[in-house]
């Protein structure tokens, strides 16, 4: 079946723009995440969400980080003015039921901020 | 806070070898623990997951093992292929998420 995809792939921006990335997870995954990797870096947690749960935002870096799950399916991460330190790849992952299931990623989007 | 920490950063073995990846980690209260593998350019492949509960899960060539009293765990490799080359990541679970190490990168040569 279909895995975890995340739009774009790739995407440029300018300093000071916002960015919006996109997560499609598995169909009836409940729980959904988003992780950073910068270049050297191990994956650093951003947020979490369990179903109906609030949720877990607790990685995220500053107030220009944000992001929402509709509908209990597609997530979004939006990023408002954005900085050079924010360039990594940004990954998503679904799981069934949470942390005591395995983790689906998608491949991931690489931004770079200019 | 957690801290998780993966020994050697890299390794370089020779077609065929058994190998131990090792990970280790500072807060023994944990959910479980996942091991997973990661291709360049490429997302996560989770491996394997061992509960709390639990001290070793199998898959295949894999064994994972699992001692929360020392915080350690170690993924086994048996038989290593060229194809076994990538990073591969131990992620504790904590509270809801998951802390990952940074990563052993293996390089098996043929």
């Known amino acids: 079946g279909a895995g975890v995809s995340q739009s774009p792939s790739n995407k440029v921006t300018e300093k000071g723009k916002d960015v919006e990335l996109r997560c499609d997870p598995i169909?009836?995954?409940?729980?959904l995440y988003w992780y950073r990797q910068s270049l050297g870096q191990g994956l650093e947690f951003l947020i979490y969400?369990?179903?109906?749960?609030?949720?877990?935002k607790s990685g995220l870096p500053s107030d220009r980080f944000s992001a929402e799950r509709t509908g209990g399916s597609v997530s979004t991460l939006t990023i408002q003015r954005t900085q050079q330190e924010d360039s990594a790849v940004y990954l998503c992952?679904?799981?069934?039921?949470?942390?005591?299931?395995?983790?689906?990623f998608g491949n991931g989007t690489r931004l770079t901020v200019t | 806070k957690q801290e998780v920490t993966q020994i050697p950063a890299a390794l370089s073995v020779p077609e065929g070898e058994n190998l131990v990846l090792n990970c280790s980690f500072t807060?023994?209260?944990?959910?479980?623990l996942q091991w997973f593998r990661q291709d360049p350019g490429k997302g996560l492949t989770s491996l394997l997951l061992?509960?709390?509960?639990?001290r070793e899960q199998t898959s295949g060539r894999l064994n994972a093992s699992l001692d929360k009293s020392s915080g350690r765990s170690t993924l086994y490799i048996a038989a290593s292929q060229p194809g076994d080359s990538a990073t591969y990541l131990c992620?504790?679970?904590?509270?809801?998420?998951?802390?990952f190490g940074q990563g052993t990168t293996l390089q098996v040569k043929p």
């Open positions: 992952a679904s799981s069934l039921s949470g942390y005591n299931s395995p983790l689906h």
């Open positions: 169909s009836g995954h409940t729980a």
């Open positions: 969400f369990q179903g109906n749960s609030a949720p877990d």
């Open positions: 807060d023994s209260a944990i959910y479980n």
């Open positions: 061992i509960q709390s509960s639990q």
């Open positions: 992620a504790v679970g904590d509270t809801g998420k998951l802390i």
